[in-house]
């Protein structure tokens, strides 16, 4: 099986990551650092530096306000809920995934939050400027998707966030599809809170991610519950990480995420990075000579991640996607991506979405033939 499904979750997973979970779970399966025992603090110790390596990454200046969470889901959530009350004013894009739109959507529906959505444009990118006019006297929060999990372009982080900081509005940065592919760093791009999921291109299992929380950013409680420490205490701690980590974490998950970071950085995230993106630049030139095939926002790979969108034309995504599977052992991943507005932009909402490639550091050029010879063949007998 050929599997480009990495924009989902990647697969596989390099080997340091399985050997590092195996011996973990089987020499340190314990409660982390809570029990006082030597075990129990190495395993807390490990989590540490669990946390002070993706602080490292992200360039921040604390580890305890490192927390982690399910998934960037649950840290989109937290950090939503965290930070805006009712009446306040939020501003986000057409680029978000529903990890964002959702929470933002029953932020409106149940807590009188307005919302509004800058759009993006044919290139597949929003304008900062676009963000000046939606400012607005009770705007609390604006949230942006780094790297697009439909069509692959990075956003202008770094501008977007130099005008909320000139206003004084939390910068929230969902980098589910960024962290681990491209450097991230939050002071020099202006940002005040990242979300991160661990099984993209952090390259861990699933069921694990967090946020990075800034310093002059308050998000308040959404959760309660067992800390571990200060257990007199009737209401949940303050200080992080507690005050957005709540129950047993998931330390085989964590373990996996920082022997995927670490992996990710021994091999060099630039050269991943660089290789993904000479095989999407191959897929897209490839895709282009293809009559009848249609390629998304990818004409200018330079603010890109590897992830194509595309489609044959006159044949629904979903069709596409079963022949590859079926015929060619090819997975892709087909549809909306969980990104609905993406595909009102595109107008793609009306052809049942796009086929959707996501490349990850085991893909090679032949896998790229092999998906080119079968849309070639695809589009001989389908296109319209
Ligand atoms: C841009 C973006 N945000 C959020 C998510 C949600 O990630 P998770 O399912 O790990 O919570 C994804 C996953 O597809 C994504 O691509």
């Not at 894009?93 to 932020?107: F, G």
């Not at 949230?143 to 130099?162: A, D, F, L, M, Y």
């Not at 002059?216 to 420490?229: E, Y």
Request: proline share 4%.
């Amino acid at each position: 099986m050929i599997y480009l499904d990495n924009g989902a979750t990647s697969f596989p997973k390099p080997e340091a990551v399985y050997t590092f979970m195996d011996q973990f779970f089987r020499k340190n399966g314990v409660s982390p650092g809570r029990s006082g025992y030597d075990l129990s603090i190495e395993t807390g110790n490990i989590i540490e530096d669990a946390r002070k390596a993706l602080t490292r990454y992200f360039n921040g200046k604390d580890p305890k306000r490192l927390v982690f969470s399910l998934n960037s889901t649950d840290a989109l959530n937290l950090a939503i809920a965290g930070l805006l009350k009712p009446g306040d004013h939020a501003i986000t894009t057409m680029i978000e995934h529903n990890a964002v739109l959702r929470p933002l959507y029953h932020a409106s529906l149940y807590d009188n939050v307005a919302v509004d959505y800058v759009p993006f444009d044919g290139k597949g990118f929003v304008d900062p400027d676009d963000f000046i006019s939606k400012f607005k006297k009770n705007t609390r929060l604006v949230v942006v998707n780094h790297g697009s999990n439909v069509i692959g372009t990075v956003q202008p982080i770094r501008e977007i966030g130099k005008l909320c900081k000139e206003k004084g509005i939390p910068f929230l940065v969902d980098a589910s599809q960024t962290a681990g592919k491209i450097p991230i760093d939050i002071e020099a791009m202006n940002v005040d809170v990242i979300a991160f999921t661990g099984h993209k291109s952090l390259l861990g299992p699933t069921g694990v991610g967090g946020l990075y929380v800034g310093e002059d950013v308050v998000i308040h409680h959404s959760r309660a519950g067992g800390t571990g420490v200060k257990s007199a205490l009737r209401h949940h701690l303050e200080e992080y990480p507690y005050r957005l980590e709540y129950g047993t974490l998931n330390t085989l998950g964590i373990a996996g995420l920082y022997a995927g970071l670490k992996w990710v950085l021994e091999q060099g995230m630039d050269k991943i990075h660089a290789h993904e993106i000479k095989l999407t630049k191959k897929l897209r030139d490839g895709l282009t000579r293809i009559d009848k095939v249609i390629t998304y926002c990818a004409d200018d790979l330079t603010d890109h991640i590897g992830v194509l969108s595309f489609n044959v034309k006159g044949f629904e995504a979903i069709n596409t996607g079963t022949i590859l599977d079926g015929d060619h052992d090819i997975a892709c991943r087909t549809g909306l991506h969980c990104a609905p507005l993406v595909h009102e932009r595109l107008g793609t909402d009306k052809i049942g979405g796009t086929v959707r490639i996501g490349f990850g550091p085991f893909n090679t050029e032949a896998h790229v033939d092999t998906v080119l010879n079968a849309i070639k063949e695809i589009a001989s007998m389908f296109a319209k």
